[in-house]
T-cell receptor, first 115, second 116 residues
Framework: GAGVSQTPSNKVTEKGKYVELRCDPI?????LYWYRQSLGQGPEFLIY????????DSGLPNDRFFAVRPEGSVSTLKIQRTERGDSAVYLC?????????????FGPGTRLTVT | AQKVTQAQTEISVVEKEDVTLDCVYE???????LFWYKQPPSGELVFLIR??????QNEISGRYSWNFQKSTSSFNFTITASQVVDSAVYFC?????????????FGTGTRLQVFP
């Protein structure tokens, strides 16, 4: 079946602009995660959804970052007033359950470059 | 605090050599899960294994094997008879089960280069 998909694959934006990154999880997966990976680092957790609700948003770096999952499937990560430091690969993952005992399947990521 | 340490930044081997990637973790919880992921040059993270904290049996899958030792908080990964296709960045990760989140906490990764 289809895996996790993310669009766009690449996004270049100017400092100060607003961007939206989209994630389509594996069909039927209730848990959805966003991570951010900087060059040479491991992925860093941003936010976790169980269904439509954000069960843990402790990883969002500041209030410029926001994510939604209105129907419990597709999720959108929104970044306002982008800064050069936001440049990274944004990864989305989904899991059939949200209790740690199930692996998370990752998408190919969106490479965000803020100029 | 939860933390995963992968002290080996980069390892280079020649094909057919065995190689072990080290992973040390820190957690206050008694129930937790450990993972290994592979990130090839294409960039997509590929799940390799999950192990829960109550199961210390070593696991073997083809050329891959994992050694989980709670006494030393380690979860090491060995590739036997390495191949060029094993070249990738490998990440160890921790998830704590006793909280309202199962976010993964990743190490900084070990880049493995296998030369022909």
């Amino acid at each position: 079946g289809a895996g996790v998909s993310q669009t766009p694959s690449n996004k270049v934006t100017e400092k100060g602009k607003y961007v939206e990154l989209r994630c389509d999880p594996i069909s039927g997966h209730t848990a959805l995660y966003w991570y951010r990976q900087s060059l040479g680092q491991g992925p860093e957790f941003l936010i976790y959804f169980q269904g439509t609700g954000a069960a843990d948003d402790s990883g969002l770096p500041n209030d410029r970052f926001f994510a939604v999952r209105p129907e419990g499937s597709v999720s959108t990560l929104k970044i306002q007033r982008t800064e050069r430091g936001d440049s990274a690969v944004y990864l989305c993952a989904s899991s059939s359950h949200g209790d740690g005992n199930y692996e998370q399947y990752f998408g190919p990521g969106t490479r965000l470059t803020v100029t | 605090a939860q933390k995963v340490t992968q002290a080996q930044t980069e390892i280079s081997v020649v094909e057919k050599e065995d190689v072990t990637l080290d992973c040390v973790y820190e957690t206050r919880d008694t129930t937790y899960y450990l993972f290994w992921y592979k990130q090839p040059p294409s960039g997509e993270l590929v799940f390799l294994i999950r192990r829960n904290s109550f199961d210390e049996q070593n696991e073997i899958s083809g050329r891959y094997s994992w050694n989980f030792q709670k006494s030393t908080s380690s979860f090491n990964f060995t590739i036997t008879a390495s191949q060029v296709v094993d070249s990738a960045v490998y990440f160890c990760a921790l998830s704590e089960a006793n909280r309202n989140t199962d976010k993964l906490i990743f190490g900084t990764g070990t880049r493995l280069q296998v030369f022909p």
